[in-house]
T-cell receptor, first 117, second 116 residues
Framework: AQTVTQSQPEMSVQEAETVTLSCTYD???????LFWYKQPPSRQMILVIR??????QNATENRFSVNFQKAAKSFSLKISDSQLGDTAMYFC??????????????FGQGTTLQVKP | GAGVSQTPSNKVTEKGKYVELRCDPI?????LYWYRQSLGQGPEFLIY????????DSGLPNDRFFAVRPEGSVSTLKIQRTERGDSAVYLC??????????????FGPGTRLTVL
């Protein structure tokens, strides 16, 4: 079975500081995608960043970057220069890729991040 | 352009009643997904449509849950004989193509269902 685990239920960080959210996953597939989604209180799930498993280079999107360790099945999210608007629940997610796959996402339990002024 | 919309935003019902939750995907998106998010948890996959057909309904918890997408656009999630355990946020997402190649899923704001 494919699983995604986020072991940090809650995190907090001071504004302008850097924070890292952890995620591990389990799969026997070799071709897959990993994602970080942000869910603010409005409930709207927003894609923050994605990583293709076949790419060794870590993805970056402005203040957001990942540390993808394929052998360790680890996929952490680093948020630099944290802003108050980053306060939200963050979900790590996984989907397999290729013919016959549906693209359905498997989510972790989430990490609630609070950015303090 | 318009994003994914879901109606109603909130639904309160009594145990044993029937409910319908509606999802309007982004125009042109052939793939549509339903997920259920219990309080404090991550979303769990329910069902995936490619066009009009349910290509994967492995996540539906039991036969009280059913979903349709008759014209390949709007989808309705139907829950019969609701139970208190059905209380959750029901999320809908759409993407250009569901399988084979990656296409970003765009999520709606969800419907919060409360069963009293």
């Amino acid at each position: 079975a494919q699983t995604v685990t986020q072991s940090q239920p809650e995190m907090s960080v001071q504004e302008a500081e850097t924070v890292t959210l952890s995620c591990t996953y389990d799969t026997s597939e070799s071709n897959y995608y990993l994602f970080w989604y942000k869910q603010p209180p409005s409930r709207q799930m927003i894609l923050v960043i994605r990583q293709e498993a076949y790419k060794q280079q870590n993805a970056t999107e402005n203040r957001f970057s990942v540390n993808f360790q394929k052998a360790a099945k680890s996929f952490s999210l680093k948020i630099s220069d944290s802003q108050l608007g980053d306060t939200a629940m963050y979900f790590c997610a996984f989907t397999t890729h290729g013919s016959g796959n549906t693209g359905k996402l498997i989510f972790g339990q989430g990490t609630t991040l609070q950015v303090k002024p | 352009g318009a994003g994914v919309s879901q109606t109603p935003s909130n639904k309160v019902t009594e145990k044993g009643k029937y409910v319908e939750l509606r999802c309007d995907p982004i125009s042109g998106h052939t793939a549509l997904y339903w997920y259920r998010q219990s309080l404090g948890q991550g979303p769990e996959f329910l069902i995936y449509f490619q066009g009009t057909g349910a290509a994967d309904d492995s996540g539906l918890p039991n036969d009280r849950f059913f979903a349709v997408r008759p014209e390949g656009s709007v989808s309705t999630l139907k829950i019969q004989r609701t139970e208190r355990g059905d209380s959750a946020v029901y999320l809908c997402a759409s993407s250009l193509i569901g399988r084979v190649s990656y296409n970003e899923q765009f999520f709606g704001p969800g419907t919060r269902l409360t069963v009293l």
